[in-house]
């Protein structure tokens, strides 16, 4: 299973970002997928899900309202915009997609991150 993440980068406060994962077919109609962060001297934590079918969508907290994640079923990806970022979204995100649907989703297989950085 391979994950191409890109899109991060620099932006200031307030501002947006989208990134974006693509992988194969097979995977994309297999497997829930998901984002992840890690910022510096923290564990990782889970952002947002949607289901294999589309059919339901899972975001943390702390992002609910400003992050919106989305899948394109021609092009095999899965989308992460971001909106309203703050400082503290600062980490690299990671795309992954996960077997099971549970009251934690837990990252099968993973991509290599990219960086979202947020100026104040």
């Known amino acids: 299973v391979q994950l191409q993440a890109s899109g991060g980068g620099l932006v200031q406060a307030g501002g947006s970002l989208r990134v974006s994962c693509e992988t194969s077919k097979r995977t994309f109609t297999s497997y829930h997928m998901a984002w992840f962060r890690q910022a510096p001297g923290k564990e990782r934590e889970f952002v947002a899900a949607v289901f294999y079918s589309g059919g339901s969508l899972r975001y943390a907290d702390s992002v609910k309202g400003r992050f919106t994640i989305s899948r394109d079923n021609a092009k095999n990806t899965v989308y992460l915009q971001m909106n309203s970022l703050k400082p503290e979204d600062t980490a690299v995100y990671y795309c992954?997609?996960?077997?099971?649907?549970?009251?934690?989703?837990?990252?099968?297989?993973w991509g290599k991150g990219t960086q979202v950085t947020v100026s104040s």
């Open positions: 992954a997609a996960a077997r099971y649907w549970g009251s934690s989703i837990q990252g099968d297989y």
